[in-house]
């Protein structure tokens, strides 16, 4: 990827399958990467403006820990929750993902970094959705927030 493409996320979604697939390469270490993804950081990224803002985030980063986060979503206030399920940092997270309240099922969230000449490329999986425009419109926010993140790693002293 040149460094024009790098930072530029890219997601798509498998609505028969009920998945999202998106990536983005950040200028930042795995180390750095993970951090954002694993932190209260989440509120600076996890965003789409005018539609959804990630106010408050906490965790318990481990396997078989829990984490939560809401904000607010078309105007309306939302809170997330889930277990961690695989923690091997830098490389690997997943977790799973539930509005806090609905009667859905939990999705899955998973995430691997690979080293990529001075950055690193993150890699996402969101599965187990059930409702085709919700696995649309998750996508969309999820290539948003990432464009977001690596706005927020590029702009960080190297």
């Not at 599965?127 to 290539?143: K, L, R, Y």
Request: aromatic share 8%; charged share 25%.
């Amino acid at each position: 990827m040149s460094d024009s493409e790098k930072g530029r996320a890219r997601a798509v979604a498998d609505l028969g399958e009920g998945l999202v697939l998106a990536t983005v390469e950040v200028n930042a270490p795995a180390e750095r990467a993970f951090r954002t993804l694993t932190s209260a950081e989440v509120t600076h990224w996890w965003v789409r403006s005018g539609v959804f803002d990630t106010r408050k985030w906490n965790g318990d980063l481990r396997a078989g820990g829990r984490w939560s986060a809401s904000g607010v979503v078309m105007g309306k206030p939302y809170s997330l929750e889930g277990e961690f399920t695989v923690v091997e940092a830098p490389r690997k997270l997943a977790h799973t993902w539930k509005s806090v309240g609905s009667p859905e099922t939990s999705t899955t969230v998973s995430y691997r970094l690979d080293e990529v000449g001075n950055g690193t490329r993150i890699t996402l999986h969101h599965t187990g959705f059930s409702m085709p425009e919700v696995c649309m419109n998750t996508a969309i926010g999820w290539e948003t927030s990432f464009d977001r993140l690596a706005q927020l790693l590029g702009s960080e002293p190297k």
